[in-house]
Antibody, heavy 124, light 108 residues
């Protein structure tokens, strides 16, 4: 069974830092592209960052570029999001999400599994 | 960035109704569109991908259609468990994905 379990959320002051983790199990983590998607309280979904299966290709939303860093450790089946210079508008539930693959193992670019999310609150 | 606009933002319906939610892209995205269902306090769940392909395990009362800029999600016979918020997502501009603002489906 595919499982994605986020951790590391909490309350942090503006300008502070936080590191989120996503522990993956039930599939070959090193073969899949991964993303972080966030949802502010009562709002919609916002894509945050993408990392390729090897970690060699990375993209960020403009809203977090230069402040957030996505990474992965395939040996530990884990995905990370280092968040620096946090702002009030970064307050959200952060989800890790796996990109689907077709039957031949090629990425299909939509998200077939999501974690349960971890809440980040930026407030003084 | 490709902008996704859903309509309506919310509406009420009754069990057994047939409902349709619309998603419009600000530019053509071929069929690179997915639909998700989200219940309060839960993660989104994939319903449909490639605009019209039903994800494994999703009930057949859900269907999707469209291509280019205009898409629809239809629920043929609403069940109590279908009351939730629905999001469309384009993946044409991979990996700079964008979502619609959501459509909240409430019980009348």
């Amino acid at each position: 069974e595919v499982q994605l379990v986020e951790s590391g959320g909490g309350l942090v002051q503006p300008g502070g830092s936080l590191r989120l983790s996503c522990a993956a199990s039930g599939f070959t983590f090193s073969s899949y592209e991964m993303n972080w998607v966030r949802q502010a309280p009562g709002k919609g979904l916002e894509w945050v960052s993408y990392i390729s299966s090897s970690g060699s290709t990375i993209y960020y939303a403009d809203s977090v570029k230069g402040r957030f860093t996505i990474s992965r450790d395939n040996a530990k089946n884990s995905l990370y999001l280092q968040m620096n210079s946090l702002r009030a508008e970064d307050t959200a539930v952060y989800y890790c999400a796996r990109e689907a693959h077709d039957s031949s193992g090629y990425p299909e670019y939509y998200f077939d599994y999501w974690g349960q999310g971890t809440l980040v609150t930026v407030s003084s | 960035a490709i902008r996704m606009t859903q309509s309506p933002s919310s509406f009420s319906a009754s069990t057994g109704d047939r409902v349709t939610i619309t998603c419009r892209a600000s530019q053509g995205i071929s069929s690179y569109l997915a639909w998700y269902q989200q219940k309060p306090g839960k993660a989104p769940k994939l319903l449909i991908y490639a605009a019209s392909t039903l994800q494994s395990g999703v009930p057949s009362r859900f269907s999707g259609s469209g291509s280019g800029t205009d898409f629809t999600l239809t629920i043929s016979c609403l069940q109590s468990e279908d009351f939730a918020t629905y999001y469309c997502q384009q993946y044409y501009s991979y990996p700079r994905y964008t979502f619609g603002q959501g459509t909240k489906l409430e019980i009348k």
